[in-house]
């Protein structure tokens, strides 16, 4: 099962190494992976996507835990959490076929920020479900580049509802 | 006043009470060495920065303090990662300072540069760039205290060239305070009553002791449960000393793949296993879905990582062995008064014995051929058993383990998790400088003392007593026997028959060699050569293809014994 995790790491030199370090040597399973800084300059927050059944991703926790360089690490699977992800993709457009392109960006609410004769570059945001589905329509077009930034997630604030 | 790194290493190094330091010298470091003159404590001048690392864990392990090295940058560096994974994968307390070059060249593939801390970052506990030296304190005592606390390791500093001679204010930090690190020592009461009240159901209880007992100082503990409660205790090659060996009414000797038939048996058959501070590695489990089937499984362990691990445990416990073992004593000493442990354990206990009866660990003895087993145990005879043991890896460590009795914690050590061959020599000389009043003997194998036989040199200079006793079959011994037993006799590249000559090579060094070849002269010989002040070399010719028995081939169930 595929599973979020939202990990606190103190914003230092090499602990991204660490933590990538960590899933390769053990051969846990990294599908993507996203850093940033926080309002506390002095913190990052890594959004990490992995896959493995619960004895695998119990492990892959402790383990991020156990390293020195990390504060905290939520698994937001258990959680009610909002989860996105940005994909930039170029695609292929004529003039037969532009007005469709145009039409399925409109029903997913993409937005269009490039345009050319024949390529069309739109962006995207959503959960997993919503980026496969507009991949999966958007394809028959000829998918020439995609660019994905990693899924992005929070904790949403009322847990019990 | 202001000081520069180095002085300002030196004085961390004074406050954090090192006596002595393991190192070599080379360029990026000689602002260091500059100072040695000044320094609180002894520096040992290795022959090959491996000697210094492996000594460096010796000493840790025999005193239970933190061991240091110090060594300079690229090959300095390269050369202590064998050492430094040695003592991560045994958890013992290190601290490496490595040389660097200057922050400005670092990047740029300058002479003897290599990037120390991407290489020992899967192999250390944590590791340290110092780029400022306004953090070097800091980082210092960071160091010190990772080394030391929780699940204890290995710990890295690495030191550019440039940082060592730049000056600042010297501040010591007042504490260490890290929001990234806590390790949780106290047990979780409701666990432990639990477990009490497991212990006091039980019928068939065991105890499977790991590294975790002694590096706690929980051996005490231990003792208390296991002879007030009536249980029987097996341990893994670290745990050996957390129990005493001579108590032949609960002590079943070793577990796992040259375990005991007791042991292992004992195991198969328990109706609850106290697993505590060791990991279930590969080397004690044998098969993992047939270990301990029948039992009810406790895990204690600091570290939350070795729960759940490999095997799935029922009650896991996640805290300092000594602190959990502590709080099962005050919760069960009550009960003592209104439970018969003694009684409802001694049906169990009268097995457990009565397997050690049918397969108690021995050997063929010959008149003939000098049995390697009977020279340790001679060893134990003639010592007393109060001797450090250090072991190489192979055959030589597992008949020490086997047959050299361990009474006390801190008295055998050996590269359990790595397996690393070359260990036992410059463990030993650590070892030595740690307890300079105890005998220290290396027991070795003729191949494996060759990997870091140039640490005589240091042994010889230094004036320390450490006797090698080398259970020689001229075979690379436990490769040899895995290729007897699995690949059809196929002695690949195992024959070492092409060796130097040890007495001479013993003399070349300025130590003293003695041979042995016939079993007659084995006691008096060895007693000669622990007689003997200083560096000692025994070469003792062995039986060429003697086999460690029991055991277990790799993946086989515990109860899938080879015995002798």
Redesign the interface.
């Known amino acids: 099962m595929r599973h979020t995790l939202s990990v606190t790491v103190e914003n230092e030199p090499g602990v991204l190494s660490r933590v990538a370090g960590l899933f390769s040597g053990r051969g846990f399973n990294i599908e993507s992976l996203n850093v940033g800084p926080t309002l506390d300059p002095g913190i990052s927050v890594m959004t990490i996507t992995t896959e493995g059944d619960e004895q695998i991703i119990e492990q892959i926790v402790k383990q991020l835990r156990k390293l020195i360089t990390v504060i905290k690490v939520v698994d937001l699977t258990e959680l009610k959490s909002v989860l996105r992800e940005m994909v930039l993709m170029k695609i292929n457009a004529n003039d037969a076929n532009r007005a469709e392109i145009l039409r399925t960006v409109d029903i997913f609410r993409c937005k269009v920020v490039d345009v050319s004769i024949d390529e069309i570059t739109i962006e995207a945001t959503g959960n997993y479900d919503k980026i496969a589905a507009i991949l999966s329509l958007l394809t028959r077009f000829g998918v020439k580049e995609i660019s994905r930034s990693g899924m992005v997630a929070m904790k949403r604030s009322v847990q019990n509802s | 006043m202001e000081l520069t790194g180095a002085q300002i290493l030196l004085e961390c190094l004074k406050r954090e009470g090192v006596e002595v330091v393991f190192g070599f010298p080379g360029g990026a470091v000689i602002d260091i060495y500059n100072e040695l003159p000044n320094a609180s404590f002894k520096h040992v001048l290795v022959r090959h920065e491996q000697g210094a690392i492996h000594a460096a864990d010796g000493y840790a392990r025999a005193s239970g303090k933190v061991g240091v090295c110090l060594v300079t940058s690229g090959p300095g560096a390269t050369n202590t990662v064998t050492g430094i994974a040695t003592a991560y994968m045994d958890s013992i307390p290190v601290v490496i300072l490595t040389g660097q070059v200057p922050t400005p060249l670092i990047g740029n593939d300058a002479f003897q540069e290599v990037d120390i801390?991407?290489i020992t970052?899967?192999c250390t506990?944590?590791n340290y760039?110092v780029k400022d030296v306004n953090d070097l304190a800091h980082v210092i005592r960071q160091a010190f205290f990772?080394a030391r606390s929780g699940r204890p390791g290995p710990v890295l500093v690495d030191l550019p060239k440039d940082i060592m001679q730049t000056r600042t204010k010297f501040v010591w930090p007042a504490d260490v305070n890290?929001?990234?690190?806590n390790p949780n020592y106290k047990p979780h009461a409701g666990q432990i009553r639990k477990v009490a009240q497991l212990i006091r159901e039980s019928e068939r209880p065991i105890i499977y002791a790991g590294g975790g007992v002694i590096s706690s100082h929980a051996h005490e503990a231990l003792t208390w449960l296991a002879e007030n409660l009536h249980i029987p205790v097996t341990a893994t090659l670290m745990g050996l000393g957390c129990f005493p060996g001579d108590n032949k009414r609960l002590w079943l000797g070793m577990l796992g793949m040259h375990g005991t038939y007791a042991a292992n048996m004992g195991i198969n058959n328990a109706d609850l296993v106290l697993a505590i501070g060791a990991r279930f590695d590969d080397r004690v489990t044998g098969k993992v879905s047939t270990f301990a089937p029948k039992a009810t499984l406790v895990h204690i362990d600091i570290?939350?990582?070795s729960i759940?691990?490999n095997v799935?445990v029922h009650v896991p416990i996640v805290s300092d062995c000594r602190l959990a073992l502590e709080a099962l004593k005050e919760e069960l000493e009550p009960s003592l008064a209104d439970y018969d442990f003694e009684g409802g354990h001694m049906p169990w206990i009268t097995k457990v014995g009565v397997w050690a009866k049918e397969h108690p660990l021995t050997y063929k003895p010959s008149a003939t051929t000098i049995k390697p087993q009977y020279v340790v145990e001679k060893l134990h005879e003639i010592t007393k058993g109060d001797a450090i043991i250090c072991t190489e890896v192979g055959q030589n460590q597992m008949w020490a383990a086997q047959f050299y009795t361990f009474n006390k914690p801190n008295t055998f050590l050996s590269s359990g998790g790595l397996g690393t061959m070359g260990y036992g020599f410059p463990a030993a000389i650590g070892a030595q400088f740690a307890c300079p009043d105890k005998m220290v003997i290396d027991i070795a194998g003729d191949g494996s003392i060759q990997m870091n036989i140039q640490e005589l040199a240091t042994s010889v200079c230094n004036n320390l007593g450490v006797k090698i006793v080398i259970l020689n079959n001229g075979f690379l011994g436990m490769v040899r026997q895995w290729q007897e037993l699995f690949y059809k006799k196929n002695y690949c590249e195992t024959c070492m028959d092409a060796q130097p000559d040890f007495v001479k090579l013993a003399e070349a060094y300025g130590a003293t060699g003695f041979r042995i070849t016939q079993v007659e002269d084995v006691e008096r010989v060895l007693r000669q050569a622990l007689d003997t002040p200083g560096t000692v070399i025994v070469d003792v010719r062995v039986e060429k293809e003697e086999n460690v028995y029991p055991m277990v081939p790799a993946g086989a169930s515990l109860t899938d014994m080879l015995l002798v």
Request: proline share 11%; aromatic share 6%.
């Open positions: 801390v991407g970052r899967p506990k944590h760039l990772l890290m929001r990234s690190y570290d939350p990582t759940q691990k799935s």
